[in-house]
């Protein structure tokens, strides 16, 4: 089972980064991961900006978002996506270590699809994508 498309991972931690990216491919859950190291590289790739200005025309199936970003943090980017036409509908899973009961509740008054915190249970996570009715048949 193949998602549709590709996934945007935002995601500062190199490590986590390799985690995410090795779960994704164990569970054949990405065609294409693109990976954004701060919310400020997010954003630029959403909007065309400064090195995605050549990239491939759609949106990502799905936008993985950690909170703890440098540049642009993550509920910054998450507001940024949720109050744009063009951008809100693309469902996004915020990957955070923050346990906050206030980070959750800031990120589903936004309009976040899942909330998964790390370090991530993978079943837990693949689940959190499954939900997401993104995939291919």
Do not use: C, W
């Not at 994704?24 to 400064?50: I, S, T």
């Not at 909170?67 to 509908?89: A, T």
């Not at 990120?107 to 991530?120: C, D, I, M, R, S």
């Amino acid at each position: 089972m193949d998602i549709l498309g590709r996934i945007l991972l935002v995601e500062y931690d190199p490590k986590d980064v390799e985690l995410t990216l090795t779960a994704l491919d164990d569970y054949n859950l990405a065609n294409e991961v693109v990976v954004a190291a701060d919310g400020e590289q997010a954003l630029d790739y959403l909007y065309f900006r400064g090195n995605y200005l050549q990239r491939g025309r759609g949106n990502p199936a799905v936008l993985l978002l950690d909170l703890k970003l440098p540049k642009v943090n993550g509920l910054e980017v998450l507001k940024q996506i949720k109050s744009d036409q063009n951008l809100k509908m693309i469902p996004v899973v915020v990957l955070t270590s923050s346990r906050e009961e206030k980070d959750m509740v800031a990120t589903y008054e936004l309009g976040v699809n899942a909330y998964v915190v790390k370090p991530v249970d993978f079943h837990e996570f693949v689940n959190a994508i499954k939900e997401l009715g993104v995939f291919g048949r």
